[in-house]
């Protein structure tokens, strides 16, 4: 508990500060076209850093935790250059063909719109590169289950940029913004290196990384396909009144970062815990461990979401409603925040059970699941947004995020781990 009370307490310092870093530009520019193109470009590098650097993070964890420190310094600088190749190469591909793709990702901006948002992907494509390779050294701390000063470095990092945010944006722009954002990503994997140990020649055929390899296919296959979400997203709010990108995004950050809270303290410290008890084939204690956890889980979510509905629009009103942001803008956030209810319930306990899947070496499972309700789901989002609008778009996200929680925890419990 009191690894969880720290944990918890760093996390909502480095969120706080990230998610005042998005307030700020939001509030100084108001919503529009700049900071619709600015959350627009973050699109493609976050959609590629789930697909592969999260899919890392459950690999990496469970198959480096219980390792020699030799060998774990050894698999995770072979890790670290194979990652950083990798994204190297992607980001540079990328940058290339921004012209022709980043269009096609929001075809209802103007095309000022769509210059300034190619040019503002270009630059955060720059920081998806260190994002990808932090990944690598969150698992060296992870497997160690040292959290704390995994947590504590991005709070360095993003206090310096935010300071740096205030005095250039208002020199510079929204260019600004994003550069600064880079630089806060570089000075991140400053600051976690000390995970790697002393550096040393990279096996890129050693065992960990075959094994890895053979546990990540499925992942990289289905996330490249259900993790397009945010893409879908973009592309149709681009077609909505200006700022309605802006907002909606706004209000999954927000869900985001409560999500990433509840992750650091709880989910996080737990993977290596049931991965050291499903290899010692403890299930009693497996299961003990992940149902404390899932109801822990399941009570803040619920607790949240009371508060947002009696509280809500007074606290958004008190931290968003500045500087050019309207009290329209604050009750539409609010209603966003409303319909996205089920989201934030569902992908918090999600990160139990698909975490517990991950655990046992098992990504098959909630891959598959995963790729067949999004095939379903995506043509009834469309539908939603085309009769109901940003109102028909978030609903159906929550029914969407429920419905994978209630598989994944039916599809666990037939599991014979449990």
């Known amino acids: 508990?009191?690894?969880?009370?720290?944990?918890?307490?760093?996390?909502a310092a480095n969120?706080?500060?990230?998610?005042?870093f998005q307030w700020y530009a939001l509030i100084q520019l108001g919503p529009g076209v700049e900071t619709d193109a600015l959350f627009a470009g973050m699109t493609i590098p976050q959609l590629v850093l789930a697909v592969i650097s999260g899919s890392l993070m459950h690999v990496l964890v469970p198959l480096l935790a219980g390792e020699s420190e030799d060998r774990l310094r050894h698999d995770a600088w072979g890790f670290f250059t194979l990652i950083g190749g990798l994204?190297?190469?992607?980001?540079?591909?990328l940058?290339?063909?921004?012209?022709?793709?980043?269009?096609?990702?929001v075809p209802g901006f103007d095309e000022v719109g769509q210059m300034l948002t190619i040019e503002l992907t270009r630059i955060q494509l720059i920081g998806m590169?260190?994002?990808?390779?932090?990944?690598?050294?969150?698992?060296?701390?992870?497997?160690?289950q040292r959290f704390l000063w995994a947590e504590f470095t991005p709070i360095l990092a993003s206090v310096f940029a935010l300071l740096l945010l205030v005095w250039a944006l208002p020199r510079f722009g929204v260019i600004a913004a994003a550069w600064i954002g880079v630089l806060r990503m570089s000075v991140q994997t400053l600051l976690l290196a000390p995970s790697m140990g002393i550096p040393v020649r990279p096996d890129l055929r050693s065992a960990a990384i075959q094994q890895a390899w053979q546990h990540i296919k499925p992942l990289l296959l289905g996330t490249a396909y259900y993790k397009t979400d945010p893409l879908v997203d973009r592309f149709l709010l681009s077609t909505a009144s200006?700022?309605?990108?802006?907002?909606?995004?706004?209000?999954?950050?927000i869900y985001s970062a409560v999500g990433q809270v509840l992750n650091k303290a709880l989910v996080a410290p737990l993977v290596p815990v049931l991965s050291m008890l499903y290899?010692?084939?403890?299930?009693?204690?497996?299961?003990?461990?992940?149902?404390?956890?899932?109801?822990?889980?399941?009570?803040?979510?619920?607790?949240?979401?009371?508060?947002?509905?009696?509280?809500?629009?007074?606290?958004?009103?008190?931290?968003?409603?500045?500087?050019?942001?309207?009290?329209?803008?604050?009750?539409?956030?609010?209603?966003?925040?409303?319909?996205?209810?089920?989201?934030?319930?569902?992908?918090?306990?999600?990160?139990?059970?698909?975490?517990?899947?991950?655990?046992v070496g098992d990504t098959i499972t909630p891959t598959r699941m995963s790729m067949f309700t999004y095939t379903a789901?995506?043509?009834?989002?469309?539908?939603?947004?085309?009769?109901?609008?940003?109102?028909?778009?978030?609903?159906?996200?929550?029914?969407?995020?429920?419905?994978?929680?209630?598989?994944?925890?039916?599809?666990?419990?037939?599991?014979?781990?449990?």
Do not use: D
């Open 242 to 253: 200006s700022g309605n990108l802006s907002l909606y995004y706004l209000a999954q950050q």
């Open 129 to 144: 590169v260190f994002t990808a390779v932090n990944g690598v050294q969150w698992a060296a701390y992870h497997a160690r």
């Open 279 to 359: 290899k010692a084939a403890n299930k009693a204690g497996f299961r003990r461990a992940y149902r404390r956890k899932l109801l822990q889980v399941g009570a803040i979510s619920l607790a949240g979401l009371l508060i947002l509905g009696l509280l809500g629009q007074v606290l958004i009103a008190l931290f968003v409603g500045h500087g050019n942001v309207s009290a329209s803008n604050v009750a539409e956030l609010w209603w966003i925040m409303i319909w996205l209810g089920g989201m934030f319930f569902g992908g918090a306990a999600g990160q139990i059970t698909s975490s517990s899947f991950y655990a």
């Open 377 to 418: 789901y995506i043509p009834v989002k469309i539908a939603s947004f085309y009769f109901w609008g940003v109102a028909g778009l978030a609903i159906t996200t929550s029914v969407y995020y429920m419905v994978n929680l209630s598989l994944q925890i039916y599809l666990l419990e037939k599991k014979s781990i449990l």
């Open 95 to 105: 940058y290339a063909a921004a012209p022709w793709w980043v269009p096609l990702t």
């Open 15 to 20: 969120i706080g500060i990230t998610f005042l």
């Open 1 to 11: 508990m009191k690894q969880a009370f720290q944990l918890s307490i760093l996390s």
């Open 87 to 93: 994204f190297g190469v992607l980001a540079a591909l």
